[in-house]
């Protein structure tokens, strides 16, 4: 009997009728098993694990956000910003709505985007953006090469479980789930590093606390 016989051969037996189906453990940590949301401990792990992936990260008190977006920009000698929805001015900044959409190519003309996003997660470092009114369309977040996100302090989960419960009302509306943990990046050629391959290539993640 050759490999490929032998092969097909176990493949009809576990799919004939009466084949032994193997107990599939379940013990492994599920939704609301660690802390809550917002827990102290869990913002400084994501703000570890996000800094671990090459994102700058910043814990930024309500009250200086704007100043913290401006900051951020001045370091990237950017000034021309597109946002997902109307927000308040930003003193020497450019905010254009994406409404109606911008054009991939006029995105990739300005100097970046700030968004918001649905959650992060403590335990990879990631920010999930679910194509909601915080987080934008998928495009608006992936053509410009500099993206600075805000993140709800309230709003980091501990674990994967965790975040995938909190994000199933926006996958039952059908909505389009991007998680991102640090700047596009890819080492697929010659096992070099290039970042801003799929995405922004740099990432800026300001922290607002409560």
Not at 156 to 183: M, Y
């Amino acid at each position: 009997m050759s490999a490929r016989d032998e092969v097909l051969s176990r493949i009809r037996a576990a799919l004939a009728p009466g084949g032994a189906v193997p107990e599939v453990p379940r013990a492994y940590l599920g939704a609301g098993s660690g802390p809550a949301a917002g827990d102290a401990a869990v913002v400084a792990r994501f703000c570890e694990r996000a800094a671990e992936y090459r994102a700058t990260v910043r814990r930024v008190p309500a009250g200086e956000l704007d100043a913290a977006v401006a900051g951020a920009c001045r370091e990237q000698g950017a000034r021309r910003l597109a946002v997902p929805a109307r927000r308040d001015p930003i003193p020497g900044l450019e905010l254009l709505v994406d409404d109606p959409p911008i054009s991939a190519r006029d995105l990739d003309l300005l100097d970046g985007v700030l968004s918001g996003c649905a959650l992060a997660i403590a335990e990879t470092g990631t920010i999930v953006l679910d194509g909601g009114e915080r987080s934008g369309r998928r495009a608006l977040t992936l053509v410009p090469d500099f993206h600075i996100c805000l993140v709800e302090a309230a709003e980091v989960h501990a674990s994967v479980p965790d975040a995938i419960a909190a994000l199933a009302p926006a996958a039952a509306e059908g909505r389009p789930l991007t998680f991102v943990s640090g700047p596009s990046a890819t080492s697929d050629i010659e096992l070099e590093r290039v970042e801003g391959v799929h995405g922004p290539r740099t990432l800026v993640i300001l922290v607002l606390e409560a």
